[in-house]
């Protein structure tokens, strides 16, 4: 197939360029988690928390935490949903083999897509309700169709599979037990937008989901699933994998997709849009991984009988990964509208250590669930009028042992340490912030403006979220946090 896409690799990069990367000359299998999900885990179990350099925000084992490097474990994996659609074959064991994912349903989506005209598979997204699963809830269905009747000189699409936020490992495990599904749904996407050439962007985090994912890709090329002429239809798709070198911000899409391009993976303002202008310039349609492994059930039951689960705005099911104080930590698929208590309490099992004190749900950039709360339905509007965030499905909770004080500045101090440096707000707010913080001093008038700065000024929702922790915080704990 041919492709006139640029060719960027890292030894082609300058050093101005290269030296943004925390993990460009790390070996991460020897490296302490510092996340959150890590975090609260060393608190909780009283021990002291690494201070190397550089700092890894999570390790994809916070099932497991408080980690230590890398390594094949899988968590407990359950569906509690009516449909197992993305965990339903890891749940049966998870092979990542191609016969595997054949022999349990798989690649019937895309002989029928292929049968089928364009228009009809983003029709099937739009009324399927799916809205994008990495954090933002953008309904994927507008995406599809803006790319879809964007024009350019090429068109891509781009799976984000840059999972940093910290106690989540949602879609390393789709990737290492399922990478077909990603593909399928990738490949059923390009045809639905007319792309040719498809990018992985994997976090250096997950060196399995590499080795996983490269054999799958070959696999998949063999069988004639990627390529010039896939299954004889005379359409051409391939993917490339591309592997990031630490960055979180790399997960906001201007700055993974200036990544992709070898370029300083700084956030860019909006519009244009990356469906309209994107990779190189081109329309480009990117989603995370999860939301791309949901696109061949779709396909083959229907957009309605997508819609049918969930509830409210809020469709279908959603993969959450729990962290490892709950007395069952793992990965569960649930549909939307069961509420936060049924999660802790149902799923999780309750704590394993003490009383709950709070819930982060979606990342660390995001609000604090307390237990006054829990009734609340898990739901993207239904948590955001709380403070909270469904995000990208990260549940971590923690225990009465913890100071909200010392997770407050954990957090800021994430934030900080990841800021792209961009927008002043959160380059040198997050950093100021960091700084009062570290006294352990009662909140004043001046964290109150730097929050409220970085909630409103930020360029993109990094500097945003930090803003977002901080209020949360102060709404539940205040008087915690006064008493400093």
């Not at 709950?356 to 009734?375: F, R, S, W, Y």
Request: hydrophobic share 45%.
């Amino acid at each position: 197939m041919k492709n006139s896409t640029p060719s960027h690799r890292w030894n082609e990069v300058g050093p101005e360029i290269d030296s943004f990367y925390h993990l460009r000359a790390c070996d991460v299998s020897r490296q302490p988690c510092a996340g959150t999900a890590c975090f609260v885990a060393r608190n909780t179990l009283g021990m002291a928390h690494p201070a190397s350099e550089p700092r890894v925000s999570c390790l994809g084992r916070c099932f497991a935490a408080p980690a230590t490097g890398v390594d094949r474990a899988r968590p407990r994996i359950e569906v509690r949903a009516r449909e197992g659609i993305v965990l339903g074959r890891l749940a049966q064991g998870g092979d990542a083999s191609l016969a595997t994912y054949h022999a349990n349903g798989g690649g019937e989506a895309l002989a029928r897509v292929l049968a089928r005209p364009r228009a009809e598979l983003v029709d099937a997204i739009d009324a399927s309700a799916l809205r994008g699963r990495g954090g933002a809830g953008f309904p994927a269905g507008k995406k599809w169709r803006a790319a879809a009747a964007a024009s350019g000189p090429a068109k891509f699409v781009v799976a984000n599979a840059d999972e940093g936020d910290a106690g989540a490992f949602i879609d390393r495990f789709l990737m290492e037990g399922d990478p077909h599904a990603l593909l399928e749904g990738m490949t059923a996407a390009a045809y639905a937008i007319g792309a040719q050439q498809g990018f992985i962007y994997l976090r250096q985090e997950y060196p399995f989901a590499k080795e996983v994912l490269e054999t799958a890709i070959a696999e998949a090329r063999a069988a004639q699933l990627l390529g010039d002429n896939i299954l004889g239809s005379g359409f051409a798709f391939d993917v490339e994998l591309f592997v990031g070198h630490g960055s979180y911000v790399c997960g906001e899409e201007t700055a993974l997709l200036r990544s992709l391009e070898g370029l300083r993976p700084e956030v860019m303002a909006r519009p244009p849009y990356a469906a309209e202008r994107g990779l190189y310039g081109c329309p480009t349609l990117i989603q995370n991984v999860e939301t791309l492994a949901t696109v061949p059930w779709i396909i083959v039951h229907g957009g309605e009988a997508y819609r049918a689960l969930g509830f409210s705005r809020s469709r279908g099911t959603k993969a959450l990964s729990l962290n490892s104080l709950f007395a069952r930590p793992g990965l569960y698929e649930v549909e939307f509208g069961v509420t936060v208590r049924h999660i802790v309490e149902e799923l999780g099992g309750g704590l394993r250590s003490g009383t709950l004190k709070g819930v982060i749900i979606g990342g660390p950039l995001a609000g604090i669930v307390p237990p006054a709360l829990l009734d609340t339905p898990l739901g993207f509007e239904e948590l955001h009028a709380i403070g909270a965030s469904v995000g990208h499905g990260g549940v971590v909770a923690f225990d009465e042992s913890i100071s909200i004080a010392d997770l407050l500045h954990h957090v800021v101090s994430f934030g900080a340490y990841e800021s792209c440096g961009k927008c002043t707000p959160c380059h040198l707010g997050s950093r100021r912030l960091e700084q009062i913080l570290a006294r352990h001093t009662a909140p004043d008038a001046e964290v109150a403006s730097l929050v409220a700065a970085l909630r409103t000024a930020s360029l993109c929702g990094h500097g945003a979220g930090i803003g977002e922790f901080a209020t949360s915080a102060l709404a539940h704990f205040g008087k915690e946090l006064a008493a400093c």
